[in-house]
């Protein structure tokens, strides 16, 4: 797939599709569709009602986006096929988090915010799970089945504005999350940029882009919808595993 984004020909492509054979959606099974990047980049706080309603004692820094990105282990990764798997921690809240994902096309170091949309593959549907506490966030962040991406990539041709994407999210039903990237504190072209400043990035490279307020636990038996308009959608079953038990979480969330 890292070959497929870098050398993307679309003309080929339509090519292929036009004289091969196809199979119905619903016979397939859709993985993640990007299973191995170079990195999961991640923006956190990246809207002000939702660093309003963590209140964590950095609202100022979050404000004014300096509190620049972190990774997700790839391994983190799993697909619209695929259930959340809660760790089996005892007394710890385990939270969804609405995001659109930006992949990366064209890779480069220090690219500007006048060239950063010239970079981007397409666009997919991001889920950023996170169990809370005080542990560092990236460990908080990286329990498998806790980054599913999907259905699919939209290339970015056929997305008029990222500027103007509105997604929600819906728990068992009921409207969670809603917001449009407009609202976004770190843009998307700030994003490309400011990651790019620090580190070469690769095709196939993941930006998630920060959630919206409305973040709340997820449990047991939920059904989580995620929805961004033009992108796509995604449905995922919550179950609870029994992997992740270590006395690290031991010790109160806060």
């Not at 005080?134 to 991406?149: A, L």
């Not at 095709?203 to 920060?210: E, H, K, L, N, S």
Request: hydrophobic share 45%.
């Amino acid at each position: 797939m890292l070959r497929f984004i870098a050398n993307f020909d679309r003309a080929t492509v339509e090519a292929r599709i036009a004289s091969g054979p196809c199979r119905p959606l619903a016979e397939v099974r859709l993985d993640t569709p990007v299973a191995w990047p170079n990195k999961v980049i991640a923006y956190p706080a990246n809207y002000h009602a939702h660093i309003e309603e963590m209140k964590d004692g950095l609202v100022s820094t979050f404000k004014t986006g300096g509190q620049g990105f972190f990774l997700k282990a790839n391994s983190s990764l799993s697909g619209p096929a695929d259930p959340i798997v809660l760790p089996a921690v005892v007394g710890r809240e385990v939270h969804h988090e609405c995001e659109l994902a930006i992949v990366i096309g064209k890779g480069g170091r220090d690219i500007g915010r006048a060239d950063a949309l010239d970079h981007i593959f397409g666009y997919a549907c991001l889920v950023d799970v996170v169990i809370r506490g005080r542990e560092e966030r990236v460990m908080r962040k990286s329990f498998d089945s806790f980054c599913p991406v999907g259905p699919w990539i939209t290339t970015a041709d056929e997305i008029a504005d990222p500027a103007n994407i509105a997604l929600e999210l819906h728990i068992n039903g009921a409207l969670r999350q809603s917001a449009n990237t407009r609202d976004l504190i770190v843009d998307i072209p700030e994003m490309i940029a400011m990651a790019s400043s620090v580190m070469t990035l690769f095709p196939g490279d993941i930006i998630a882009t920060g959630t919206p307020a409305g973040v709340a636990p997820i449990t047991d038996g939920d059904v989580l919808d995620i929805a961004i308009a033009g992108v796509g959608a995604m449905r995922l079953a919550i179950v609870r595993g029994t992997a992740g038990a270590h006395p690290v979480w031991d010790k109160p969330a806060s």
